[in-house]
């Protein structure tokens, strides 16, 4: 099966607070994280990333925590505004047979209330 | 909008039917990802071509193909349609030959088999 999974589903925030939005991967030879946002009728597009060799990087209202001992990454949103409110996807880039991939969670809903 | 085209946006089919999706890619990529995305099954990458040549196979089923032609489009065929194969079909590209570097993904081709 894949090798990267999200803790919640689903996550409802009101406008203004911060959301954290969890994934845990199970391939420690990653050594590539990327968090997605895939708005309704788009396709995912490219939020933040971070090199195994880092444990947190900092965007625009948006850090990801990576915890390499527990195999977890997470992405913040600081002042989450209605226009976050999307699917968010992590995905790993691991070598997979002679071949980097790169590997894709379930996603998580944030729904953002005014 | 990320630079890549998809077309068309949305397709309705048969069973048993055959069905071509393209692709355009961001000005400047060599790299061109298909992937299939589904409510159950998320984001599955089928397969990777880097400037014309074949550069990775995911989960993609025989009936299925792809080919990337000279001047970068890629064109995904799937064949003997099965209601299963309803999904959103997404086309990314970037421009390196290995997904370490960001993905620019398009709107997706929304395929529905009656």
């Known amino acids: 099966g894949e090798s990267v999974g999200l803790h919640l589903p689903t996550l409802s925030v009101q406008e203004g607070d911060n959301s954290i939005i969890n994934c845990a991967y199970s391939n420690s030879a990653s050594d590539y994280f990327i968090w997605y946002k895939q708005e309704s009728g788009k396709g995912p597009q490219f939020i933040i990333d971070i090199r195994s060799n880092m444990d947190k990087r900092q965007g625009q209202r948006v850090t990801v925590l990576l915890n390499k001992t527990v195999k977890h990454l997470s992405l913040q949103i600081a002042a989450t505004q209605p226009g976050d409110s999307a699917v968010y996807f992590c995905?790993?880039?691991?070598?997979?047979?002679?071949?980097?991939?790169?590997?894709f969670g379930k996603g998580t809903l944030l729904t953002v209330n005014p | 909008d990320s630079g890549v085209t998809q077309t068309p946006k949305h397709l309705i089919t048969a069973t048993g039917q055959r069905v071509t999706l393209r692709c355009s890619p961001r000005?400047?990529?060599?790299?061109v990802y298909w992937y299939q995305q589904s409510l159950d099954q998320g984001l599955q990458f089928l397969i990777q071509y880097y400037n014309g040549e074949e550069r990775a196979k995911g989960n993609i089923l025989e009936r299925f193909s792809a080919q990337q032609f000279p001047d970068l489009h890629s064109e995904l065929n799937l064949s003997s349609l099965e209601l299963g194969d309803s999904a959103l079909y997404f086309c990314?590209?970037?421009?390196?030959?290995?997904?370490?570097?960001?993905?620019?993904f398009g709107s997706g081709t929304q395929l529905s088999v009656l």
């Open positions: 000005s400047g990529d060599l790299s």
């Open positions: 990314a590209s970037s421009v390196a030959p290995t997904p370490g570097e960001k993905l620019f």
């Open positions: 995905a790993e880039v691991g070598l997979g047979g002679s071949n980097y991939k790169l590997t």
